[in-house]
């Protein structure tokens, strides 16, 4: 069978390689293209079509600085797509990008199976019209989505949640942790150049605070490194932090507190059973139209989940070094901390215990045979 994969942040990213790797355990003869990034290009032993470095852009303002990249990036997807032929199209999250391949791709009689929902549920439920109407299957990996779904006469499959596979897995075979003199806060400020720009100089405001602490970056390599060692290298606590690349869950494992910016890895941290801290700050322009359009009360996918603020969530005026010091020490403190973890275990048997990269390879194989109308 052909395969095309869509991703295009580094979560999806990590989800795609555990399902590259379901597929050809079952498929052994697996083609694949893909847009993603190094994860899923060694799962599949060849190099992405596009590299989610050049994917990776969140925000309105962004978008709109990145028009023209954008629409030939469409236009280069689409001509892969006529050239591979491939028997699904499966995409992964990224709604911005992908919903639009779908519209395009389903038009043209593929097969489109649609890994991880856009978060519809939180704003512009009008998409769900295109879902219904593009999509073929939907996996979903939150516990209360497959609901959310029904009323529209979409039956969503819910998969588990990848990260409690991948987590698994990885504390299975690195039991190890990373050591140093002093215990580790460990810094996630976003996957994005545009989230770390915005929230790192915050984060180093505060850790000359805390002496009896080493603080560890977790850098990717989806974010120039120059725009970290800028960032370091101007601001007067940027020496006294440590950078590790491609370290994100090693760091994790290790750490005693973690600052991280909302996205997978807030997920990634409690699942660890490691305190945190949720801090996020975009543009003006976006913050305004999130806060206008979004229906949520969270924005951590723990808090998301659990529908309880299980962590502090500093949002873009709030996260200013007073207020970051104020719940880093409290969750210093080992009582919150505890109130913390035992809800993280809570949050565990909610998601269940999956292996959500075999079941999206069992939900695609079958879609495949069951189709009856060729391209």
Known sequence: MKYFIIAGEASGDLHGSYLARALQKVDPRAQFRFWGGEKMARAIGREPEMHIDRLSIMGVWEVLKHLSDLRVQFKQCKASLLEFRPDALILIDFPGFNLRIAEWASKKGFNIQYYISPKLWAWNKKRVKAIKKYVDDLYVILPFEAEFYLPYGIEAHYVGNPLVEEIKEYLHACPERITREKPIIALLPGSRAQEVRRILPTLLDITGHYPDYHFVLAAIRTVPEALYRSILDRHPNGTSVEVLYDATYPILRSARLGLIASGTSTLEAALMDLPQVVCYKTSPLTYFLAKTFL????????????????????????????RLRQEVDALLA????????NL???????????SSSTLVTEGVLHSIRSRHVPY
């Open 334 to 341: 080992d009582q919150t901390s505890r109130k913390q973890q």
């Open 295 to 322: 229906k949520i009360r969270y924005i951590s996918l723990v808090n998301l989940i659990m529908d309880a603020p299980v962590v502090p969530e500093l949002i873009q005026n709030q996260l200013h070094p007073g």
């Open 344 to 354: 993280y275990r809570e949050l565990s048997q909610k998601l269940g215990n999956h």
